[in-house]
């Protein structure tokens, strides 16, 4: 399609802007509204300034950014990031290049409309002579539906180190095998440095580590649970004893005090002021009244029953849950206690928000999805090489019989990197999301992997199931 055609004042200011821009290249130009006090019979005087808003053509996705540009038939005493307006969107970056041209970025917030719209209105801007602009300008992108962080399927890659065959995984048709604890063993690092250092519960080594970007380990302590999680104060993590303690760590490691609850815990993070606790039995998920100093408070809500969930996560009035044996997301409104959306997930483990979707970890088809929130739409963001495990709606339980080799005590899944190398996941149980990838605990590959533009670059081998990470600062 041709683009519109430039008013005769831009056509011959468009050198100015810097680049070689061809007429027929323009995304959306300026879509000009008259202001009816104008009338309706000619054109404008020359008096009122007018803008033109260029752009490159395409559709964005949600947290996506776009440059934008806007020139001005003359020069203003005012044409600000306040003259702009848009919707599903922000503006970001204003600045101004010369006495007519402006630039910014427009970045997308929206996942659920058709559109994006940047709006220059009448009567926003005025020149030098105290005219305002009769005209106003407007550009309009398509929505690009898919969530922020999504990758294609990977190729097949090399593994480039020796897998690791003596920790348990699991075995279609034949569950979890080969589980044995043991002291925790000092794991290999591979590839690029990590992004930042972080967290890892190690649980069949009974222990929590820090590990460093280097894959260095700072320090260790014992727990015996499935989950660590952590806020600007604390780590939380399960007592080694009984898991209806929790612990509660300093982020140099040291206990600073526990809580006891009347039934074990799989998960327990904090929000704000908020608590939320997730149970190992078939239980409400609850919600506590929290203080960083005081520590837990009052019952605030519960959910509806669910059944061993792995985690929780809160946005706004939003809890969304992983009920895990339920074979469901579940997200409820804390407020009104309405469900307001259920979505079937093949044992989802850990989980989180971003931004309208909702980021959960498949274990047992050894992916990552994300679901709209709004619309309910679904999307595979991460699998192994296998074209089955790309399917979105995939029935659940619907895994074929895959294995690869003879040579080993057990048939192994093909989602082992030892069989698909580098890039698969193999039920993995929990994740990390990054403005640029994620972490990811690839547990049944005994190791802790980063994920960027769809491949594994960094790889944290020899972990004796690995169920959860926590990205955290180094301390000084």
Known sequence: MDSPPLPEWISKRVEVIGENIQKGALAFCLVIFTASSCGGDSALEATFPEVAILAEARSLRVEEMVAVKFVLSGPSVDFSANSITVRGGTVENFRKLSD????????????????????????????????????????????????????????????????????SYYSPRQGTINVAYADFVTPAMHGQLFPTSFLVQ?????????????????????????????????????????????????????????????????????????????????APVDIFSWDSDMGRGALQFSSVVVQYGRSARLQGNQLAIADTFGLRVIIQNVETATVEGSYPAWFPNDIAWRGDFIYVVEEHNDRIIAINALSGRQYVVMAPPTAWRWIPDLALGTEPLEYCGNDIPYPRSLSSDMCSGMSTLYAPNGLALRKDGMLVADTDNSRVVYIKNGQVVSALVGLNNPVQVVEVEDLP
């Open 202 to 282: 190690v649980q069949y080594a009974n222990t929590l580590a820090h590990i460093s970007r280097e894959g260095a380990v700072k320090w260790t302590y014992p727990s015996a649970g499935h989950f660590v999680t952590a806020d600007e104060s604390n780590i939380f993590i399960n007592g080694l004893q009984d898991n209806r303690r929790v612990d509660v760590l300093s982020h140099a490691g040291n206990l600073k005090f526990s809580m006891a609850f009347d039934l074990p815990v799989n998960y327990l993070r904090t929000e704000g002021n908020r608590l939320i606790v997730v149970y190992d039995t078939e």
């Open 100 to 167: 007519t041209i402006y630039t910014a970025e427009l970045v997308s917030m929206e996942s659920f409309k058709s559109h994006i719209d940047l709006v220059v209105g009448e009567n926003t801007f005025s020149d030098g002579a105290g005219n305002f602009n009769r005209t106003g300008a407007a550009i309009s992108f398509p929505v690009d539906a898919r969530p922020p962080l999504i990758y294609d399927p990977p190729p097949v890659q090399p593994l480039i180190y020796a897998p690791e065959k003596k920790y």
